[in-house]
């Protein structure tokens, strides 16, 4: 796979970790850039316009939720990594929560990290937009709809935004209505991972949040169901 033209951002106040970052990354063909605290990470972010970010928790003068929540507050949509303490598993969710598409662990194995990198950015370039499909929309049930080629979700009319996580696991279950997919299943053709161990969670998490914004009435779930001890399903 060519990353050359792949830019990632690392935001991380510890310098070797950056430094062992910058290496393999770029060894992998990414660019790199480097922000050591939360409020350079974020000017960068928006200046800079990177394919990934790769966002530490604890920053100097901003934390890494707080880079992340104001990225998302403004309808930046770029994916986000959030690199955690092995302990904080409260971590892993918050950020899922605020709009981080993906967490890893520190310390954590540079052979996952780089996969997790190439899955992120992989997913954005095939949500890409075709320009011929722009007007291709598919209602998919009730007052909901997805406009495949806009990449827009609506609801009564209105429209709904979602990060690029959730999107994809409700047009993927939306292109499969009935048919249920386990966690470990939905790890594997939404997240792309091979290997998920305990990172299942991700798949509720994303659920909750996506059932948060499209359902009227998230309790109560009509369009996104779960089959209880089997997995979650698009309802038509
Ligand atoms: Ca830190």
């Keep these: ?16 970790i950056v430094d062992i970052l910058r290496f393999n990354l770029q ?45 998302r507050a403004a309808g930046d949509n770029v994916p986000v990594i959030i690199l955690t303490a092995r302990e904080e598993e409260a971590d892993k969710v918050l950020g899922l929560e605020i709009g981080a598409d993906d967490y890893i662990t520190k310390p954590f194995s540079m052979r996952e990290l780089i996969a997790r990198v190439g899955a992120n950015i992989r997913r954005t370039a095939m949500a890409a937009p075709a320009a011929s499909a722009a007007d291709e929309a598919m209602t998919v049930s009730g007052d909901l709809s997805i406009n ?39 790890m594997e053709q939404v997240w792309n991972y091979g290997y998920v161990g305990d990172d299942v969670r991700t798949v509720d998490v994303t659920v909750r949040r996506l059932r948060e914004k499209i359902e009227a009435n998230p309790a109560s779930p009509v369009y996104i169901l779960t089959r209880r001890g089997a997995g979650y399903y698009f309802a038509v």
């Design 1 to 16: 796979m060519d990353n050359s033209q792949k830019l990632v951002l690392i935001v991380e106040d510890e310098k070797n």
């Design 27 to 71: 060894r992998e063909g990414y660019k790199t850039l480097e922000a050591y605290d939360g409020e350079d990470g974020l000017a960068q972010a928006r200046s800079q316009n990177p394919d990934l970010i790769l966002l530490d928790v604890m920053l100097p003068k901003m934390n890494g939720f707080d880079v992340c929540q104001a990225l």
């Design 148 to 186: 495949t080629g806009s990449h827009q979700v609506f609801r009564g009319g209105k429209s709904i935004d979602l990060t690029q996580r959730e999107y994809e696991l409700l047009t993927f279950l939306a292109s499969h209505p009935n048919k249920v997919y386990s966690r470990v299943a939905l």
